[in-house]
């Protein structure tokens, strides 16, 4: 009697054993279903103030997308502080309708293609910011957390800068190409006068012929040309 109650107990332990190993397979089925979901942001955007910014979040979800599909978009300022809940998407759209980002969000997603990207409208510097893009698709609710820090800047200010860099191109460039024609002129001058001193000097025809001709000389050509002369007017005399 014994032994058949030990049989019996030995048997619903095993059976128990089996059940617990399907639930604990079971768990870890759903833990990789949960966790199936991956979304996909730009870490940095930068936009200028008055000019449309877009903020890209893409998911993937391993289940079929259905009309649980949930788009939650909070906010946190730069300076810190909680989040806020900016945008809401079930289906349809759902802009915030109250604080800094009333009437100015707008949907440009596509849930059917993965895409739960948003747009501000005329945004502003105290609109500089952490946002988190959060999907849940059922049974696909957990997912990573990315996040995206919005930089607003005045577009006038880079303006400014290249318009400063712009002038000073403008203003330092024909100088620096002075100084560079004053250094190779130089240069040169250096140069002819260096093998002046190594060769020696001599004078060029044109210099020699700008001489004034020997007074010595000159003065017996003249002489020649008197007495010519003289013997020519001897010899056309009368003879009478």
């Known amino acids: 009697m014994r032994l058949r109650g030990q049989g019996r107990l030995g048997q619903g332990g095993l059976e128990e054993r089996r059940n617990s190993g399907r639930a604990v397979r079971a768990r870890w089925k759903g833990v990789c279903n949960a966790f199936s979901l991956e979304i996909k942001v730009n870490p ?3 936009a200028f103030v008055g000019e449309q910014a877009l903020l890209k979040c893409s998911f993937r979800s391993s289940s079929p997308i259905t ?3 949930l788009v939650d978009w909070t906010y946190r300022p730069l300076a810190g502080g909680q989040m806020e809940t900016i945008f809401h998407y079930r289906s349809v759209p759902h802009p915030t309708t109250a604080g800094r980002f009333k009437d100015r969000i707008i949907w440009v997603g596509n849930v059917a293609n993965g895409d739960a990207s948003i747009a501000i409208q005329s945004p502003e510097l105290s609109d500089n910011g952490t946002f988190i893009c959060s999907v849940k698709n059922p049974p696909d609710v957990y997912h990573n957390i990315p996040q995206t820090v919005l930089l607003v800047t005045e577009r ?5 800068l290249s ?18 024609l004053l250094l190779v002129r130089m240069g040169r001058k250096f140069r002819l006068l260096k093998e002046k001193g190594k060769y020696g000097y001599k004078k060029s025809s044109i210099e020699v012929s700008d001489e004034p001709e ?14 010519c002369l003289n013997c020519v007017d001897t ?4 003879p009478y």
């Open 44 to 46: 940095k955007v930068r």
């Open 67 to 69: 009309e649980s599909l």
């Open 156 to 160: 006038g200010l880079a303006f400014q």
């Open 163 to 180: 318009s400063a860099a712009l002038l000073s191109i403008l203003v330092f460039l024909p100088s620096a190409l002075v100084v560079i």
């Open 214 to 227: 020997h007074p010595d000389r000159a003065g017996c050509g003249g002489k020649l040309k008197e007495w």
């Open 235 to 238: 010899d056309e005399e009368d």
